[in-house]
T-cell receptor, first 114, second 115 residues
């Protein structure tokens, strides 16, 4: 158990809908990262928050947004869903910003868009 | 920017045989190097990492990786694999003075251990 909790574990929804994925980082971790894992693209970095502030953006679509709340949990919002958004979405947390710090991953949310 | 290439997408190997999973990276700055493992239906777990010092790093379950700066490689090896090693393995890098830079992953290598 990494200590990072993601809910829900599975989500099936229709095209055009909006969903929210939730991540609770390990106790004391200030950094939260979101990644998308698909068969063709591998693990793609989406966005990084540190102590409530957005710190870096990767290949995140405009239809996607995220935030980190004062209690440090984070939510990833996906809207106007398309079939191609079906993927495994991971959240990872780490205690600091330094490059050597280990990132701990949750078990992911598997999103299926039908 | 950094990039990671894992040359083999799938590696089948018989139980108790040795295995090497290859990883090459590209970066204009010094990097830290990581191997993560993903077992079926689970998240990624850190297997081992190279930060500095000895270029050979080892994990608790018999894997080892060697950092080769001249060849920009960080290959993962195990002298004798077990069925339980069946998983997907990801190589990742992160700049030494990164601050905000996230881990950059390779596309992964699926290791299948055959009985």
């Amino acid at each position: 158990d990494s200590g990072v909790t993601q809910t829900p574990k599975h989500l099936i929804t229709a095209t055009g809908q909006r969903v929210t994925l939730r991540c609770s980082p390990r106790s004391g971790d200030l950094s939260v990262y979101w990644y998308q894992q698909s068969l063709d693209q591998g693990l793609q970095f989406l966005i990084h928050y540190y102590n409530g502030e957005e710190r870096a953006k990767g290949n995140i679509l405009e239809r996607f947004s995220a935030q980190q709340f004062p209690d440090l949990h984070s939510e990833l919002n996906l809207s106007s869903l398309e079939l191609g958004d079906s993927a495994l979405y991971f959240c990872a947390s780490s205690v600091a910003l330094t490059g050597s710090t280990e990132a701990f991953f949750g078990q992911g949310t598997r999103l299926t868009v039908v | 920017a950094q990039s990671v290439t894992q040359l083999d997408s799938q590696v089948p190997v018989f139980e108790e045989a040795p295995v090497e999973l290859r990883c090459n990276y590209s970066s204009s700055v010094s990097v830290y190097l990581f191997w993560y493992v993903q077992y079926p239906n689970q998240g990624l777990q850190l297997l081992l990492k190279y930060l500095s010092g000895s270029t050979l790093v080892k994990s608790i379950n018999g894997f080892e990786a060697e950092f080769n700066k001249s060849q920009t490689s960080f290959h993962l090896r195990k002298p004798s694999v077990h069925i339980s090693d069946t998983a997907e393995y990801f190589c990742a890098v992160r700049p030494v003075n990164s601050g905000n830079t996230p881990l950059v992953f390779g596309k992964g290598t699926r290791l299948s251990v055959i009985a």
